[in-house]
């Protein structure tokens, strides 16, 4: 059964650090699309960054670029989103998601991605 799980959400001060994990299991990560995702409280659901199959190539939503980092262990089929300097609108609740479609680039749109896990909230308040 396919399966991603992810972890490492909870409440950090404004300016603070979080590495968000998604493990996979029932499938190898290594061959999927893979991207991260997030839902703030009364709003929809937004891309927030994605990586290539190879690794090569990534993309991340403007709101984060230059604070996130996205990134993937094939060997621990494991996807990963360090988040640095996080901001009160960070928080909600992130998700990964996966596909077996191989996208070149990378996408962040939703509507790409088959498989989802159930979300780690992320609380960035004082």
């Known amino acids: 059964q396919l399966q991603l799980v992810e972890s490492g959400g909870g409440l950090v001060q404004p300016g603070g650090s979080l590495r968000l994990s998604c493990a996979a299991s029932g499938f190898t990560l290594e061959y999927y699309s893979v991207a991260w995702f997030r839902q703030a409280p009364g709003k929809e659901r937004e891309g927030v960054s994605c990586?290539?199959?190879?690794?090569?190539?990534?993309n991340y939503a403007d709101s984060v670029k230059g604070r996130f980092t996205i990134d993937r262990d094939n060997a621990k089929n494991t996807l990963y989103l360090r988040m640095n300097n996080l901001k009160p609108e960070d928080t909600g609740i992130y998700y990964c998601?996966?596909?077996?479609?191989?996208?070149?680039?990378?996408?962040?749109?939703?509507?790409?991605?088959?498989?989802w896990g159930q979300g780690t909230q992320v609380i960035v308040s004082s």
């Open positions: 998601a996966a596909t077996a479609h191989v996208f070149s680039p990378c996408v962040i749109d939703d509507v790409a991605y088959t498989n």
């Open positions: 990586i290539s199959v190879t690794g090569r190539n990534t």
